[in-house]
């Protein structure tokens, strides 16, 4: 498990070609794509590695929030890490034992 990594719900992460951006609030009211560079994710949070600080509020494209407060913010904490495994079925391949 990861410790003391930033995180963003999934939907917030967002491809440009090959880079991945997140729709950041200013503090204007108005929004700014970022670049950042991300590391795991699971089903539900996106691990951010670098291009934003903790406490950003992120827009999620598609959500409309009924209150400033039910806007992400970017978070830190743990991170689990090890999810990634495949569902295969059958025996070893030919020759293996």
């Not at 108005?30 to 950042?36: I, L, P, R, S, W």
């Not at 691990?47 to 009924?66: F, K, L, M």
């Not at 999810?83 to 079925?89: C, D, I, L, P």
Request: hydrophobic content about 30%; aromatic content about 4%; proline content about 7%.
């Amino acid at each position: 498990q990861r410790q003391n990594v930033l995180s963003v719900p999934n939907g917030a992460v967002q491809r440009e070609g090959q880079d991945r951006v997140l729709q950041v609030k200013q503090s204007d009211g108005t929004t700014a794509k970022v670049t950042v560079q991300v590391g795991l994710s699971d089903s539900t949070n996106t691990e951010i590695i670098s291009g934003v600080e903790e406490g950003a509020t992120v827009v999620i494209p598609g959500v409309t929030a009924t209150n400033s407060s039910a806007a992400p913010t970017v978070a830190a904490g743990g991170f689990p890490g090890g999810g990634f495994r495949g569902n295969f079925s059958g025996g070893p391949p030919p020759g293996g034992d």
